[in-house]
């Protein structure tokens, strides 16, 4: 079991920055593939960013590609999303999400939420222009 508990977030005018967090909990010493998605009102969830914390690789949605960084803390297990430059459409309810399991077979498919088996609560992001 993995329980995800997110902070950050909150309400930042276009072209500022805003940090995300998730600090997992585990009863074991697996390794999970990790990722942050979206959703706005009336918009369907897109995966925003992922980390295969076994190779280090970084996925990124084209539409955060170059202004949001994922990261990860392995001391303190914590995942992180910088957002910078934000823009009024990064205003969504943001989620991290982890998935178990060798974390090669979803590299191809980071973006699809139903590879993705823990959710965090979700954090607001609101960016005003």
């Known amino acids: 079991q993995v329980q995800l508990v997110q902070s950050g977030g909150g309400s930042v005018q276009a072209a500022g920055s805003l940090r995300l967090s998730c600090a997992a909990s585990s009863d074991s010493d697996r390794t999970y593939y990790m990722g942050w998605f979206r959703q706005a009102p009336g918009k369907e969830r897109e995966g925003v960013a992922a980390i295969n914390t076994s190779t280090r690789s970084r996925y990124y949605a084209d539409s955060v590609n170059g202004r949001f960084t994922i990261s990860q803390d392995n001391a303190k297990n914590t995942l992180f999303l910088q957002m910078n430059s934000l823009k009024s459409e990064d205003t969504a309810m943001y989620y991290c999400?982890?998935?178990?399991?060798?974390?090669?077979?979803?590299?191809?498919?980071?973006?699809?939420?139903?590879?993705?088996?823990?959710w965090g609560q979700g954090t607001q992001v609101t960016v005003s222009s």
């Open positions: 999400a982890a998935a178990s399991g060798p974390t090669w077979r979803y590299d191809s498919r980071w973006s699809q939420g139903g590879i993705y088996h823990y």
